[in-house]
C-alpha cells in the first residue's frame, strides 16, 4: 500500500506530495512541527501536542491553519489511510507562499500544513530500551529560541550524524558553562548518586517535550524525588543512570556516553520502572475536544 500525506487541503499520494518553491517553509525554515506518538491506532498526548503547537505558532507570529479540533481529525485521518498501528505522525505548519522576501508577506498569505505518517516496529524500541543506548555530546550551537519547534534543525541533523558516524544512537548537547542542554532530538535525564531524578528546566534553552512532560508527572505519581535543574557531564558519570525521552523513543535508558560506560553499563531500574508504566501516565487514546470540555 503507497504512503498518503496531507498537503494544504488534499491527501495524496506519498511520492506525489509537495510544496511550492517558495514556501517560506522551504526558503527560511519558517516553520513549526510536532511529531505524535501512534499506539495501536491512536494518537498519544494529543491535546499536549497541539497545545504546544498553538504555543509555538504564537511565539513566531504565524496564524493557526485549523482549529485544533480540525487538526486532531487531520491526524487521525492520515494515520487510517496509511494504516499506521505503532509509529508517529507529522505535522508541519509553514507561513505559506510568497515571493521570497524575508520580512513577514504583507498582506498576509494563508499557512500552509502538511501532515504525514509513518510505521515504527515497536519490537525496535523494546530492543534498544533492553539493551540500552549510547550517546556522544557536542558543543550546542543552537539559537537561543530552542523552545519554539522550528523546522530550523540543521545543528540537529549535524550533531545526529557525528553521532551515527561514532556509532552512537544520538547526541547530547553542551553549552557554554558546560551544562547539558538536551539531545539532539530529545530531552536528557540522569539519576544522581543519592536517587533523585534530575532533567534540565524548560527553558528557553530545551524544548519542553511532551513525553518529558509525562515522565515528570509520573515520576511524582510514582513518589520519587524529581530535580528541575541543570546538570553536568561530570554529573552524569558519577551518577547511577541516564536516558532519554521524545515521542519516538518514549523513555530511552543511556549506558555509554562519549564512549565511557555509565555504572555498570546495563539499563538501570528508575529508566525501566518509568518506561513501563509509560502509556498509562499518557492521554492515550483521548482526542483534542475530549480533553478540553
Not at 511520492?15 to 510536532?34: K, L, P, S
Not at 498569505?109 to 501532515?115: E, H, N, R, T
Not at 552524569?236 to 523513555?251: D, H, K, N, P, Q
Request: glycine share 8%; with cysteine; proline share 5%.
Amino acid at each position: 500500500m503507497s504512503r498518503i500525506a496531507y498537503v494544504n487541503g488534499r491527501y495524496l499520494p506519498h511520492g506525489r506530495a509537495g510544496v511550492h518553491i517558495e514556501d517560506r517553509g522551504f526558503q527560511f525554515a519558517d516553520a513549526v512541527y510536532e511529531v505524535c506518538e501512534v499506539k495501536d491506532g491512536l494518537l498519544v498526548d494529543e491535546g499536549r501536542h497541539l497545545q504546544r503547537l498553538t504555543r509555538s505558532l504564537s511565539e513566531i507570529r504565524m496564524a493557526e491553519p485549523r482549529h485544533p479540533a480540525a487538526l486532531g481529525a487531520i491526524l487521525r485521518e492520515v494515520v487510517r489511510r496509511n494504516r499506521v498501528r505503532n509509529g508517529i505522525v507529522y505535522l508541519q505548519v509553514t507561513r505559506g507562499v510568497a515571493p521570497r522576501n524575508h520580512p513577514f508577506p504583507n498582506p498576509e498569505v494563508a499557512p500552509g500544513l502538511i501532515v504525514t505518517a509513518r510505521s515504527i516496529n515497536p519490537a525496535e524500541g523494546r530492543e534498544r530500551a533492553r539493551t540500552g543506548i549510547a550517546v556522544i555530546t557536542t558543543p550546542d550551537n543552537r539559537w537561543e529560541r530552542v523552545d519554539i519547534k522550528s523546522v530550523g534543525l540543521l545543528p540537529n541533523v549535524l550533531a545526529k550524524q557525528k553521532a551515527r558516524e561514532a556509532g552512537a544512537f544520538g547526541a547530547w548537547f553542551i553549552d557554554e558553562n558546560d551544562y547539558i542542554t538536551e539531545g539532539s532530538s530529545t530531552n536528557a535525564w540522569i539519576v544522581t548518586g543519592e536517587g533523585v531524578l534530575v532533567t534540565r528546566p524548560a527553558d528557553h534553552s530545551i524544548l519542553r517535550g511532551v513525553t518529558r512532560m509525562v515522565v515528570l508527572e509520573t515520576a511524582e505519581d510514582l513518589g520519587m524525588t524529581v530535580e528541575e535543574r541543570r546538570f553536568t557531564l561530570a554529573e552524569v558519570r558519577s551518577g547511577r543512570e541516564a536516558f532519554i525521552t521524545a515521542s519516538s523513543t518514549l523513555v530511552m535508558p543511556v549506558v555509554k556516553v562519549d564512549g565511557e560506560t555509565l555504572g555498570d553499563g546495563l539499563p538501570g531500574p528508575v529508566a525501566t520502572q518509568l518506561r513501563s508504566v509509560f502509556h498509562d501516565h499518557a492521554d492515550y487514546g483521548r482526542n483534542w475536544a475530549s480533553l478540553t470540555k
